[in-house]
């Protein structure tokens, strides 16, 4: 059974079409990336999945909790660590507010950030920012934690400290559709990879399935990174 199924999905932003007709699945426990050049469609993808956005037409399933990891953070400035990551789960979620604080007390240690919880984001790096805007969106408890582009606002060094905990999600089995240019990580931690193209899915399958790919478009998409 798909946690997530999105059938011949359509956007368009007045005479711009954007996504063409997008179907995709994601099961329990898949790491799902999506890959594809600027401008091909992956974040308004995510955005109409995650009703940040809404579809001209076609069909989204999928009725659980979402959490969202952004390439810039998205943190809110004026508030702490703590309360950034406690915020919605006990505003809009109605949480009990000890069972939430432990929670996040516990999300931090896991992101080795045990001693910032009074800091502002500011303070941080952004390799750290972006971790606790991972602790955010997993104190939600969600069924799928999406990510667009988690590590491109990052230098070499912060990337892989990013990519070292999405990997240790997925060793876990946190269901997880990424957007990624970290060709090698997606390779390495994807079930399953698609190819985006001007607002169409072009190749779809195993990560050895997609990087052997003879179709001209992904060899070229491919060949910038190689
Ligand atoms: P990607 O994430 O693959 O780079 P996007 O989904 O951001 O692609 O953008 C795809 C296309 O949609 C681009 O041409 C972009 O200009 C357009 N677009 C995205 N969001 C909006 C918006 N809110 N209003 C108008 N055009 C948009
Ligand atoms: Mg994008």
């Known amino acids: 059974m798909s946690l997530l199924e999105v ?3 359509k956007k368009s932003f007045d005479e711009n079409v954007v996504l063409k007709d997008i179907s995709l699945s994601v099961d329990k426990g898949e790491v799902l990336c999506i890959i594809g050049p600027s401008g091909s469609g992956k974040s308004t993808l ?3 999945i995650t009703r940040l956005d809404h579809e001209d037409s076609g069909k989204i399933d999928f009725d659980g909790t979402f959490g969202l990891v952004f390439q810039d953070f998205n943190l809110f400035p004026h508030h702490n ?8 789960p006990i505003k809009v979620q109605k949480r009990d507010k000890a069972e939430v604080l432990s929670t996040a007390r516990d999300l931090l240690k896991k992101m080795g950030l045990e001693d910032k919880e009074e800091a502002y984001p500011h303070e941080l790096s952004g390799g750290q920012q972006q971790r ?4 955010r969106a997993l104190a939600m408890n969600p069924d799928i934690l999406f990510f667009d ?3 491109s606002a990052l230098d070499p ?8 905990v999405i990997r240790n999600l997925a060793a876990e089995h946190m269901t997880m559709v990424i957007v990624t240019h970290e060709m090698s990580f997606a390779r390495n931690v994807a ?5 985006m193209d001007d607002g169409y899915i072009i190749e779809e399958g195993t990560p050895e399935e997609v990087f052997s790919s003879d179709n001209t478009r992904m060899k070229e998409f491919l060949g910038k990174f190689y």
């Open 7 to 9: 059938k011949n999905l």
């Open 46 to 48: 995510l955005r109409c």
């Open 81 to 88: 660590v703590l309360k950034n990551i406690t915020n919605a």
């Open 132 to 135: 606790v805007s991972i602790a």
């Open 149 to 151: 582009e988690p590590t």
């Open 157 to 164: 060094e912060l990337t892989s400290e990013i990519l070292v």
């Open 191 to 195: 079930d399953k990879i698609i190819f």
